[in-house]
T-cell receptor
């Protein structure tokens, strides 16, 4: 089985711009979760989608949003980028949700200048 | 919200020494998962613990879930250079709730 794929792998944006990141889960997985990883803050949960519905949400401002499509692929969007949004954004897929083993993608490294 | 404390933050050992990382929650947990992230890589699932007092072993790795289901530990016997990486615990309060990751323990092994 192919693993979780994320595109793009690297991205450089300017403050104020917006960005969309994409995640394709493992075939058959219905849950996709997004995390922000920074050296000082560890892995911070953004949100989880299951069957196109947001099931859980972390403590991030409304500038961070996401969605899931009928084929389970997911996108996350960050609007009005700030310097502090520079991070590695990881998505993870699982069969049924966060109670189950999470399979992480390689991440998208976002740099905001 | 739920908080998961993981200690130590860093651990440097000589190859062959043992290593332990601890994960503590203020609330009772439904289950806890452990992940390993190699430098430059992404987290990889190691194991899940569900039952009170559960102990699971994977070769040189021993995972424990506390009797009160509020803490967990990962112990590595006789570390090797291949054990280098950051070990994260991830806890879930109730089935279906969000998974909260600890801040991780970064392990370095000197050959």
């Amino acid at each position: 089985k192919a693993g979780v794929t994320q595109t793009p792998r690297y991205l450089i944006k300017t403050r104020g711009q917006q960005v969309t990141l994409s995640c394709s889960p493992i075939s058959g997985h219905r849950s996709v979760s997004w995390y922000q990883q920074t050296p000082g803050q560890g892995l911070q949960f953004l949100f989880e989608y299951f069957s196109e519905t947001q099931r859980n949400k972390g403590n991030f401002p409304g500038r961070f949003s996401g969605r899931q499509f009928s084929n389970s692929r997911s996108e996350m969007n960050v609007s009005t980028l700030e310097l502090g949004d520079s991070a590695l954004y990881l998505c993870a897929s699982s069969l049924q949700g966060q109670t189950y083993e999470q399979y992480f993608g390689p991440g998208t490294r976002l740099t905001v200048t | 919200g739920q908080q998961v404390m993981q200690i130590p933050q860093y651990q440097h050992v000589q190859e062959g020494e043992d290593f332990t990382t601890y994960c503590n929650s203020s609330t009772t947990l439904s289950n806890i998962q452990w992940y390993k992230q190699r430098p430059g890589g992404h987290p990889v699932f190691l194991i899940q613990l569900v039952k009170s007092g559960e102990v699971k072993k994977q070769k040189r790795l021993t995972f424990q879930f506390g009797e009160a289901k509020k803490n967990s530990s990962l112990h590595i016997t006789a570390t090797q250079t291949t054990d280098v990486g950051t070990y994260f615990c991830a806890a879930q309060e109730t089935s279906g709730s969000r998974l909260t990751f600890g801040e991780g323990t970064q392990l370095t092994v000197n050959p």
